[in-house]
Structures are given as structure tokens and as C-alpha cells.
């Protein structure tokens, strides 16, 4: 089979794009591991595919598959290249667009100076939805990991993470304490571990282990995560920059029960296609 893509990027944290709207595409976890592996394949983090709504009030699908062959439910910067993809290629010409994802629905907004904005939904807390093994919600959890014990904020932002503050994330030994996170059992379906280091009330620095994926230069989802769990811990205001290795975020959230707002850019890298 010859696929045509669209490799692209969110801050360096990179996407193979695959229109599959005029027919269904189906991918076994070992052709997507090879298409996302640097050496004998395209090379990315995650793979995108595109397909036909699902639901009436919904624009597209979009399926997202880890650089380990598994299926996830949501990517942040992913959500922007999706906006992109669709724009650059005339499956739409809408400025705002409703997109269904396994994690559930998100509205990107392509704004006039070409970043996306992308209301990625209402934050969860509850444990059991997350999921994550805990009695009750808990302003912070308290998690044994890698012989150490991590004072943590758990949600979900239609896929979970564990946030921990740390003084120096350039140095925050993300390799080794970031696997012990991502895969500890209290987690059903793993988590993504972020480090979060506060440089004021509206600037963070983050790094993100993320779940089949490691190490990326940027984490969408992640960003939001990371803000929400610092204004809940009273360390960070409303509207933050949040830098990556691979550039900056600014993220918006007016508290429980409102929405996050991501805003960052899209950049299509080439095109190709490939035979699998």
C-alpha cells in the first residue's frame, strides 16, 4: 500500500498527517511503529490520520497513534497541525472547526496571524475518569515512584497527566523519573509525567515524559495540564506562557469548569509518500 503524508510540527513535537477522508486507512501497530521509527521510516511522534466526522455536529474525526503503535485520545499540538492540514489541503474553509477525537470533542480556531487556537474542553479531576487510582479527589496525590515519592496533580485534559513542580527543570531528571511515572500502575492507561518549573505567576518552563512517546520538545496537552495544576496549587494566574525545548505556548484557564485555551503555531515541515 502508498500512503501520501504530510510531515509537521507544534514546537518541534512532530506529526506524520494522513488524509484518510476519501477512504478509510487501517494500520496495524507495527506499520505505525515503522512509519514513526527516525532510522528505517518517516519519523515522528505521534501519527495522524483524518477522517470523516462521526457525529452530526462534528467536522472531522481525527485518530491519533503514538510513536509506539498504540492509540491515544488526545494531542494538543496535534490538534493545531490537524487545523493546518485541513486548511492547507480544501477539506474545509471554516475558521473555527469541531473535531471529534477518542478523548472527545475540540473546537481549533485558525487565527489571522496563522497560529491556532484550540479550546481543548473542561479539565477532569475525578479519579475514576481520569483514570487514576485514588479514593476521592485530592488537591495533590501523593505517588512512589522510582524509590522516590512525588507530591503530584492528576486531570485528565482528554488524556491524563501527573504534574510535579520542580526547581530546575532543565536539570529535573525527566529520563529516568519520567518512565517510573508514565507506566506506575496506579495509572490504567499510563499518564503523561510533566515537569514544571515557575518562573512567575504568568511563565512556566516545561518538559513532558509522554506516554509511548518519551521525551518530545513540546506537549500540548501537557501545557494545559501544567497550568491548570498551577493556578489550582496558587502559584500561577490566568494567562500563562508556557516555554518547551521547542518554543512557547500561552495558555488560558479562568478556573474550575471553564475551558483551556491553547495558542501556538503550525507548521507544515513536507510532503511525501510511502510505501508499506
Known sequence: ?????????????????????????????????????????????????????????????????????????????????????????????????????????????????????????????EPARIPFDAPQRAPLYELAANKKLFKINVLSMGNPHAVQVVEDVDHAPVASDGPAIESHPRFARRVNAGFMQVLNRGHIKLRVYERGA???????SGACAAVVAGVQRGLLDARVRVTTRGGDLNIVWAGEGKAVLMTGPAVTVFEGEVEI
Do not use: W
Open 1 to 125: 500500500m502508498r500512503l501520501k503524508f504530510t510531515k509537521m510540527q507544534g514546537l518541534g513535537n512532530d506529526f506524520v498527517v494522513i488524509d484518510a477522508t476519501a477512504a478509510p486507512i487501517e494500520l496495524t501497530s507495527g506499520q505505525l511503529r515503522a512509519l514513526s521509527d527516525r532510522h528505517f521510516g518517516i519519523g515522528c511522534d505521534q501519527l495522524l490520520l483524518v477522517e470523516q466526522p462521526r457525529a452530526p455536529d462534528t467536522d472531522f474525526y481525527y485518530r491519533i497513534f503514538n510513536a509506539d503503535g498504540g492509540e491515544v485520545e488526545q494531542c494538543g499540538n496535534g490538534a493545531r497541525c490537524f487545523v493546518r492540514f485541513v486548511h492547507d489541503k480544501g477539506l474545509t474553509h471554516k475558521k473555527q472547526i469541531r473535531v471529534g477525537t477518542l478523548g472527545g470533542v475540540i473546537t481549533p480556531t485558525l487565527e489571522a496571524d496563522g497560529e491556532v487556537t484550540v479550546d481543548m474542553g473542561v479539565p477532569v479531576f
Open 214 to 220: 518519551g521525551e518530545t520538545l513540546a506537549c500540548g
